[in-house]
Nanobody, 117 residues
Framework: QVQLVESGGGLVQSGGSLKLSCAAS????????MGWYRQAPGKQRELVAT???????NYADSVKGRFTISRDNAKNTVYLQMNSLKPEDTAVYYC???????????WGQGTQVTVYS
């Protein structure tokens, strides 16, 4: 049974930072491309960043230069370091296995990030 458990969200002032974590179980974590997604109120879920098994990363234009995705295969965990946060980053953040950018498994509960100005 696949489980994706996100944590690390919170309330932060504009310009601040947060680091999200996602612990995965039930998958062979090390071979999978992992992605962080987010869904803002009233909007569709969007892909924020991906990291391949080899460590190559890709980012949405809206977060490039501010967010950094990383992974620890020994801990089956993927991270998202978010700096210079903006109110438009407010969303529920989710992780998933990313197959050509599309999520593969059912979603976890997500973690709420709220940025206030």
């Amino acid at each position: 049974q696949v489980q994706l458990v996100e944590s690390g969200g919170g309330l932060v002032q504009s310009g601040g930072s947060l680091k999200l974590s996602c612990a995965a179980s039930g998958i062979i974590f090390s071979i999978n491309t992992m992605g962080w997604y987010r869904q803002a109120p009233g909007k569709q879920r969007e892909l924020v960043a991906t990291i391949t098994s080899g460590g190559s990363t890709n980012y949405a234009d809206s977060v490039k230069g501010r967010f950094t995705i990383s992974r620890d295969n020994a801990k089956n965990t993927v991270y998202l370091q978010m700096n210079s946060l903006k109110p438009e980053d407010t969303a529920v953040y989710y992780c998933n296995v990313a197959i050509r950018g599309s999520p593969f498994y059912s979603w976890g509960q997500g973690t709420q990030v709220t940025v206030y100005s």
